[in-house]
């Protein structure tokens, strides 16, 4: 049977405050465990929590930049149920008044459901020009995702249960840490119907996100977690399957992987005439499976109240106003503008938007270097490259902006060919020192002087008295091989354009 598949994401994105939701605790990460924790987050009787005003602000934010309702009056929450590293036995969420409601993202898809973003991350330093080059890829389909609602939450502990070479390694002990930080979780409606649009969505979301500067996005680290509803229904039918949560996915690939193995794996159960099990599921990565971890919990079993401890959360239009106000051009805005003010493809222009720190640095490019297409292509194709495709490392690259202006300015000048300013390139990446140095120390400007290039033309002349017949003969495909002899002779210092010219005058005699 052909199957429709329907995909809901939720979302947590730890904020970037620098204390904890209801106590002054410090939210950094990795520090020795249970020192960041005071008797609030820890849950001692007679404590009274205290709203962290920052994360109200960038709850607002991520609701502006969503294009949801933010709501006058939203209220905290206990959701009760006990975990080990839940020392209240409850969370404080919130549950039937969130704060911000009804928003939406437009995620693009190309090439039967893959974003631009994703071709780009297969083929690091592949794009070639981009497309524009593209040629023959039909044009990105805007697709828009509805957002159901956000919340704001507190984050749980953490149970440690591996610590080699101690006592622990019979044990499980509970770091506190990260209990009482700073939660946003984002549902979306069940608006995706493949894995392909789950990871655009979850692109695009993480790069708002990062933009509005309220999340640092890091997956691996645990500060952007997603977990994803997925069910199937036969294709046609208006009433959704039975759904089931996937947890524990902590990167893109991983988020895509789980959720084409979850489509096979409710497809065989429903071929089979079985009945697919509302639970939770948890992606391993290592097997490439999901594997049930627990029935499906309903609201009810939670016990959700409003939490006495808190008043409700009153957010008037002035404040709203005032958040909006600081908010930066968002991915969509800037896209929009790299297209029609530097007359980028929308390739190139989705490439470089859907990362902040690319488009910054980007633009500080073309401050330098006022060729937008030409610095789009380096930026795309050399220092994507050069950084793995991770925006995280582009603060602590030594190739800042102003090196790849110099470099192409170096070029166009004659004195390297592009060849050359490639591995310039990656020797600023590995020193930090400036181009125009690299090319003084290590001699790698390029040729033009005719008596140099003379010389090592003879010799190669002298070697290839084939070549030499047949190109007198006629064959004048075989200039090639003499401008690429000289080349090598010169380790790609030569002025090609002269070596050209240079052998059409020796051998036309
Ligand atoms: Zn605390």
Redesign the pocket.
Known sequence: MTYEVVIGLEVHAQLLTK??L????PTVFGREPNL???????GQPGTLPVLNRQAVEFAIRAGLATGCSIEAKSVFARKNYFYPDLPKGYQISQYELPVCLKGHLDIEIVNGGRSPSEVNDDKPGKTDGGPGGRAGSPPAITKRIGITRIHMEEDAGKLVHEHPGTRAQDASWVDFNR??TPLLEIVSEPDMRSPQEAVAYLKKLRSILVYAEICDGNMEEGSLRCDANVSLRPAGQEKFGTKVELKNMNSFKNVEKAIFYEIDRQASVLDEGGRILQETRLWDADKGETQSMRGKEEAHDYRYFPDPDLLPLIVDREWVERVGKTLPELPDAKRARFASQYQLPVYDAEVLASSRGLADFFEACVKEYPQPKKVSNWVMNEFLRMIGNDEARIPSSPLKPVHLAQAMKLVDGGTISGSVAKTVLQTVFETGESPQSIVEKQGLAQISDDGALETALDEVIAASPKEVEKYKAGNEKLIGHFVGQVMKKTGGRANPAKVNELVKRKLSS
């Open positions: 204390t904890k209801f106590c002054a605790c960041n924790t005071c008797p609030v987050c820890l209990g009482g």
